[in-house]
């Protein structure tokens, strides 16, 4: 999809469409705390290291527009973004449909994390940024630093003995890992929510992944065995400016779909600048090339001993269904589960209607579970 973007890129130096920008989303050009401030809501950015050294960016909207009592002792729930992406995610729609302000205005205290690698974790307390050593993870060390290090730090900000979990994509992964094999980090959560589970990836069609197992040895060379499809200024340029204009608004569409499943009713066509310009946001090849492996982690979640509800869709190319049915059936405590069977990969944070579908439910579960 790259090499697409590259062509349109030249056809503007050419000027073939030269001053045929169309209506640009201010978002489209915001790091994540412009975007909070931009639609009125407290904007909070802590800088966290893990214990093998990693600084990760963390988010937070400690209240609401319209619950506004900054002195006032609010639940946490925490946001974990998923693959090649970042804490953007959950504030890249409007308020009423963004997952951040939404819990936010229902009077939550909203934290999200940001995993080592992406446009927002690039820094470490020791190693460059542009050696191997820096890019020598994948989502085992996610796991095993990255998640204990944020929320034990919000747990500290804030007081909190337990927080909720909400996760996406490798977002739930990581949790999985974690909540399964480090006690202390399990029992700060009171309800594990997963948007489109991943844990096993033997049943995926994305073509991202199968990508990553085909050509490994290629991206390996080609990206010096460092990162893989960070966030920069070009690809910020395109998506900003090109995914605006209405005559490439398709090309950005179908780029979404190929990778994540198709759902064309359900995606705001005019915010594509703004999930384009934040995606992706990067990650390690050692991580892509992990995820390409088929076989399930080296973890048992048997054990796992934290209440947990999952949503996931039959068009999710990622998170296939007949991996979900497997990872469900080995939950040991599983209170919910919902399948969508329109709903694609992205739909669980972009999708027109995920606040009925989704959103709204989790926020009863909360409640139910005070």
Not at 20 to 34: K, L, R, T, V
Not at 211 to 218: F, G, P, Q
Not at 220 to 241: E, R, V
């Amino acid at each position: 999809m790259w090499c697409l973007f590259l062509v349109i890129y030249f056809f503007l130096i050419l000027g073939n469409i030269h001053g045929a920008f169309g209506h640009q989303n201010p978002e489209a050009n915001m790091n994540i705390s412009q975007i909070i401030s931009y639609w009125g809501y407290p904007d909070e950015e802590y800088n966290i290291v893990t214990e093998d050294g990693y600084i990760l960016c963390l988010y937070r909207i400690p209240y609401g527009k319209t619950n506004n009592n900054n002195s006032a002792r609010r639940l946490v729930v925490y946001l974990q973004h998923g693959l090649l992406s970042s804490a953007s995610n959950w504030v890249s729609n409007l308020p009423n449909n963004s997952l951040g302000f939404i819990l936010a205005d229902a009077g939550y205290d909203v934290w999200m994390g940001n995993s080592r690698g992406n446009t927002w974790s690039r820094k470490h307390m020791y190693l460059q940024t542009d050696s191997q050593e820096f890019w020598a993870f994948s989502f085992d060390e996610m796991a095993k630093y990255d998640l204990p290090a944020s929320i034990d730090f919000i747990v500290k900000r804030t007081g909190q003995e337990e927080i909720f979990y909400i996760g996406h994509s490798q977002g739930t992964t990581i949790a999985f890992i974690a909540f399964s094999t480090i006690p202390k980090i399990a029992k700060r959560i009171k309800v594990f929510f997963a948007l489109a589970p991943v844990f096993s990836v033997a049943h995926t069609k994305s073509p991202l992944i199968k990508m990553a197992y085909t050509l490994k040895s290629i991206i390996k060379a080609f990206s010096g065995n460092k990162d893989f499809l960070p966030k920069t200024s070009f690809n910020n340029f395109i998506g900003s400016n090109f995914c605006s204009l209405h005559s490439f608004d398709q090309i950005c569409l179908r780029t979404l779909f190929m990778m994540f499943g198709y759902d064309p009713e359900n995606l705001n066509m005019s915010r594509l600048d703004v999930y384009f310009s934040h995606n992706p946001s990067g990650t390690s090849v050692q991580n892509m090339v992990h995820w390409s492996q088929t076989t399930s982690p080296s973890y048992s979640i048997a054990g796992m001993n934290v209440p947990t509800a999952t949503w996931n869709g039959e068009r999710d190319l990622l998170a296939d269904p007949e991996d979900v049915k497997i990872l469900q059936s080995q939950i040991t405590k599983l209170i919910y589960q919902k399948t969508i069977s329109y709903y694609n990969h992205i739909d669980f944070l972009f999708g027109l209607d995920v606040y009925y579908q989704v959103y709204r439910e989790i926020i009863d579960i909360i409640q139910d579970n005070l």
